[in-house]
């Protein structure tokens, strides 16, 4: 896990921190990463982008909830159906999973994108179930793509899980007091949410790497200190 820092939102911020990055980017529709995305002359991007389905049924949940539109919980029913097949698969190798969405999630989908087409089409787009129909169908591709990679997620609901922390508290500590703060605060959210992601306490994690450090640990093995790296250790001392 690993968190950057930046003083605003803007485009070249992410830029910046995924220089020298190919590949895949699990990410909302925030249009400060659509550069990314884009190619450079005859290159193709470096980044494609995966769009989250969880955004998406938020769009369509908000309209149900306001308005109750059948046409809404019936789009909100084919979403539940994609990610009762991810619930079955969750945990499966990689072939496993690719294999069950090729052959589950994908006629779901193309089923649903025909269903959405034909509903859109009906509806002005200044309605909120218009927009909510459009936010998908605008960025299917994206929505679509982990049915091409098994190692692929449904949505970026765990990043924005390790985020939570953060945005709930961040009126507790409102300033960080200067950019170099910011920077410390970005790698201490690294190594405690790493720890935990590593099945770690991090107070007692923390407490071993100190403690190891004070008594001399070789700084050409401080690998030996990373948390996966240290976790067999520590669970056979538990």
């Known amino acids: 896990m690993l968190y950057r820092y930046s003083a605003d939102r803007k485009g070249e911020r992410p830029r910046s921190h995924l220089d020298g990055f190919s590949g895949y980017l699990h990410a909302d529709a925030f249009a400060g990463y659509s550069a990314l ?33 059948p046409i809404a919980e019936q789009a909100l029913h084919q979403i539940q159906e994609l990610y009762a097949i991810e619930a079955g698969i969750n945990g499966k190798s990689i072939s496993q999973r690719l294999a069950a969405r090729q052959q589950q999630s994908k006629p779901l989908l193309d089923a649903f994108q025909t269903w959405a087409i034909a509903q859109r089409r009906r509806l002005s787009g200044t309605m909120p179930l218009g927009k909510a129909l459009q936010y998908s169908l605008s960025r299917w591709g994206a929505l679509t793509r982990y049915t091409e990679d098994g190692r692929l997620s449904i949505d970026n609901n765990l990043a924005e899980r390790l985020l939570r922390g953060i945005a709930v508290s961040r009126k507790n500590f409102l300033f960080l007091g200067s950019d170099r703060g910011g920077e410390r605060a970005a790698a201490i959210y690294t190594i405690i949410e790493t720890a935990k992601l590593n099945g770690l306490d991090p107070e007692a994690y923390l407490t071993t790497v100190l403690d190891r450090l004070a008594r001399g640990h070789l700084n050409t093995r401080l690998a030996d200190l990373l948390p996966w790296n240290l976790q067999p250790q520590m669970a056979a001392a538990a």
């Open 37 to 69: 995305y884009r190619s450079k002359g005859q290159q193709p991007p470096r980044i494609t982008h995966v769009a989250c389905m969880a955004h998406a049924r938020r769009k369509l949940f908000e309209v149900f909830e306001t308005t109750k539109s």
